[in-house]
């Protein structure tokens, strides 16, 4: 049983949180720095780059080699991987130490441990970690984790389930198994359960910055300013200092709630707590200052990041590009998206996507075109979202050859199509006022191809093709059209 005897409390055991695997690079930095360029096991693990290749094989021979493996350089060498999101090299590094007779874990390396198998192979799977943990290693650092592996997969019931058996042993001293709760219910919304979860956390512990943020987040999703600024005034009285995910949640309510004055207030206060460290929070500035119409602000922050890094990735240019777009500055969003073209080698398709959005919204659909042939040029694939656009845009003009053409290639390039209800009726609507019969029957096959039935108003010729066509093989649906 999963939720058996979790064994006493480790008294020294460093909870698993989100802190631990935060690092900076400093470590690596460091190393570098004081190898003068040498070899050392560090740089040949994060080296390996491709998932194919094994980071036990690597430790391996470091050590035939001769060289020395201690655990506080493969538990840093982890925490590299995992900020770099280089999970299942990370797990190898520690299934390696697992298997050392000479290397003592404790329970945070296993609840790191956890974490990575929930992530690589899955939640069963980690759950059935945690079974075949040793009593004494089933403590608040791997319930932590294990419980943090239930909120990213949604499990409500699993979730509180465990709760109540960590409340039983005593494991609740920290803020941090309550995060997670709060994090799970705003992301179900189920925010009638975060005051009562607040209740409890404050009986046995403090809430910290993490916890007031999320207390934050679930009064903005409910524009509860009231509430939102008592949670803050406790904030500050608690003598936590708010960081700029506080100020960016109550910039975004407050830009809900059109009071402009008190968002350009709290926006400063963001900026002032934002840094190199925190670069995500730059392109939550650019978004506020879209919500807020300041172009000039805007335009301010993107010269400022591409001072202060080396190279910008493909969510910042869509967030500028998308910026400037909104604000009407559409000749800077293409210079932009110019810029990004010519140095980005992702070839990501959500980049372009925004511009050709825009024409297509601007009824310029010419443009359109030009752009998606300049896209195919540059060896830029189209994604679903392309497609839908084109069939979008195609739609706006009526030329239906091209809009069943686009929705087809649109449903193929995906691997399970979900139905958009208001494009398949908008596509029969125009077909039946133009008395297109045939181009009703070939996005019939379409649909049909595609496992979907969809219910829409259609006119009595369609009809009697559907009706003579649901009792037919797709083969045969399709040949009566050759």
């Known amino acids: ?12 055991a460093r909870v698993f949180s989100t802190k631990a695997a935060k690092v900076t690079t400093l470590g690596l930095a460091t190393e570098k720095k004081g190898a003068g360029g040498r070899d050392t096991l560090g740089r040949r693990l994060l080296s390996l780059v491709y998932a194919k290749r094994s980071a ?10 001769g060289h020395t493996v201690r655990k506080y350089e493969l538990n840093r060498i982890v925490r590299e991987l995992r900020k770099l999101k280089r999970y299942k090299h990370a797990l190898e590094v520690c299934e390696w130490m697992e298997l050392q007779y000479d290397i003592k874990l404790v329970s945070g390396d296993y609840a790191v441990h956890l974490d990575l198998i929930s992530k690589i192979r899955g939640l069963s799977s980690a759950e059935n970690f945690f079974e075949n943990l040793p009593d004494k290693m089933r403590g608040p650092d791997t319930c932590s984790a294990l419980l943090h592996s239930y909120v990213q997969n949604k499990k409500s019931a699993e979730a509180e389930a465990l709760m109540e058996k960590m409340s039983e042993c005593g494991f609740l001293k920290c803020p941090l198994p309550y995060n997670h709760m709060l994090n799970l219910y705003i992301s179900n919304g189920q925010l009638d359960k975060v005051p009562q979860m607040l209740q409890e956390l404050k009986k046995n512990t403090s809430p910290d910055v993490v916890t007031y943020n999320l207390w934050l987040a679930a009064c903005a999703s409910q524009n509860d300013k009231e509430t939102a600024e ?17 100020y960016s949640t109550l910039t975004s309510l407050y830009i809900k709630m059109e009071l402009p004055e008190k968002a350009a207030t709290t926006l400063k206060e963001m900026e002032k707590r934002t840094c190199r460290k925190n670069r995500v929070a730059y392109s939550s500035l650019l978004s506020l200052y879209t919500n807020m ?42 210079n932009i998206y110019d810029e990004w073209e010519s140095v980005s080698g992702t070839g990501d398709p959500r980049v372009p996507n925004i511009l050709l959005a825009a024409y297509i919204n601007r009824n310029q659909l010419e443009m359109a075109e030009s752009f998606y042939n300049r896209l195919v040029t540059k060896g830029i694939k189209p994604c679903y979202t392309t497609w839908e656009l084109l069939t979008w845009g195609y739609l706006k003009k009526g030329q239906m050859e091209k809009v069943l053409e686009c929705f087809k290639k649109a449903i193929g390039s995906v691997r399970k199509w979900v139905p958009d209800h208001r494009l398949i009726t908008a ?16 996005l019939l096959v379409t ?23 649901s009792e037919m093989p797709v083969s045969e649906v399709s040949s009566i059209f050759s």
């Not at 049983?1 to 480790?10: C, E, K």
């Not at 596509?427 to 070939?442: F, P, R, S, T, V």
Request: with cysteine; glycine share 4%; proline share 1%.
């Open 1 to 12: 049983m999963l939720l058996r005897s979790l064994g006493a409390t480790l008294a020294a």
């Open 56 to 65: 036990a094989i690597t430790i391996r021979k470091w050590k035939e080699e």
């Open 230 to 246: 008592k949670a803050f005034l406790e904030l500050k009285k608690a003598k936590i200092d708010p960081d700029w995910i506080s």
């Open 293 to 334: 119409g300041y172009k000039d602000e805007v335009l301010r922050i993107w010269k400022k990041m591409m001072s202060l890094f080396a190279k910008m990735n493909d969510a910042e240019y869509t967030c500028v590009i998308s910026s400037l777009v909104k604000l009407g500055e559409f000749e800077k969003a293409e």
């Open 427 to 442: 596509a029969y609507n125009k077909l039946e006022e133009q008395g297109d019969i045939d181009g009703a029957e070939h």
């Open 447 to 469: 649909l049909r191809n595609a496992g979907h039935k969809d219910n829409v108003q259609m006119d009595a010729d369609t009809q009697k093709l559907l009706k003579i066509t």
